[in-house]
């Protein structure tokens, strides 16, 4: 679990050379913490 835009999980992964095998889904409601958490994600759609 993580608030808001995702940082505490999408951080520590990028960080990590197996962040690969890793899937993971945020659940936000607030439309401007979707989109801050999909342009930080790796492959850009938030998945």
Do not use: K, W
Request: aromatic share 0%.
């Amino acid at each position: 679990m993580c608030a808001g835009q995702g940082h505490d999980v999408l951080g520590v992964l990028s960080r990590r050379a197996d962040a690969g095998r890793v899937r993971a889904t945020l659940i936000e409601s607030d439309e401007r913490n979707v989109a801050a958490a999909r342009a930080a994600a790796p492959d850009g759609r938030g998945s």
